[in-house]
């Protein structure tokens, strides 16, 4: 099932974000599963670089903290076949350009599509930068809110997953004013595209996720589940006190 075709199923959409090792590949695998069973109908799986620009010391420290594992590429994609074994769950990579230089392009873009990943959204990469070899990948670009026109036309047009909106500028984790930047934004979006819209950085209450999905159709947060990740990697049943977490916090209260 395409990214656009799980919008369409389900309307409004929720959209967790993991760092993929961890604590471990392990349990970012059971992680998944879990929140797949707990209604999450997408979920951004971040491959860790040492450099993450984009991202919030939350989403950095898990970042550096599983690269001291030393997985490679083959490994998270390793991880995203034993889960599309036992779910339908929407599946997207977040991450670097240099990363996926390494590993090459036309052989992510095939060993990846083939273990079941839908999209990758790589965070440095502006569609005119993007070279030849994506092709079954769904491809997805981010949107801010000081992107002019002409720019959010563009990114549009090369997007075939859906449209990544940034809440704000500046990087993730921090706190979001919704209602300045997100209307506007989204409307602005809609001139060029009826693709979905999915909005992130800063999301972290059930109040913003709500507030959200009154413009767009996808809600992602990260930096509130790493950071519950982080505080409970130690305890048992990590798994289940994530979806129990994500439940409590977000789903049940934004339903």
């Not at 799980?6 to 961890?22: D, E, S």
Request: a negative charge.
């Amino acid at each position: 099932m395409q990214l656009n075709e799980i919008f369409a199923r389900f309307q409004k959409c929720f959209i967790p974000f993991v760092t993929a090792g961890h604590p471990d590949l392990e349990s970012t695998r059971e992680i998944i599963l879990a929140l797949a069973d707990s209604g999450c109908q997408i979920i951004e799986i971040g491959i860790p670089f040492s450099d993450p620009i984009a991202d919030g010391p939350v989403i950095q420290a898990s970042s550096h903290a599983a690269l001291r594992h030393r997985y490679r590429m083959d490994d998270y994609i390793e991880m995203v076949r034993e889960v599309r074994r036992k779910s339908e769950v929407g599946l997207v990579f977040m991450t670097y350009l240099n990363p996926i230089l390494q590993y090459g392009l036309d052989r992510l873009d095939e060993a990846a599509s083939k273990a079941g990943l839908n999209g990758i959204l790589i965070s440095d990469l502006t569609p005119e930068a993007l070279p030849a070899g994506i092709r079954s990948l769904e491809k997805i670009f981010l949107v801010a809110p000081t992107s002019s026109d002409e720019r959010i036309e563009r990114i549009c047009s090369a997007t075939t997953g859906f449209i990544y909106l940034v809440a704000r500028t500046g990087v993730t984790g921090n706190p979001t004013e919704i209602e300045t930047t997100v209307p506007e934004t989204v409307r602005r979006i809609r001139r060029f595209t009826d693709q979905p819209v999915a909005v992130g950085f800063g999301i972290r209450s059930a109040e913003d996720v709500r507030a959200v999905w009154r413009y767009a159709e996808g809600a992602v947060v990260g930096s509130a589940i790493v950071r519950f990740i982080e505080e409970n990697q130690k305890a048992g049943n990590l798994p289940e006190r994530v979806r129990d977490y994500v439940e409590s916090t977000f789903l049940r209260s934004s339903g």
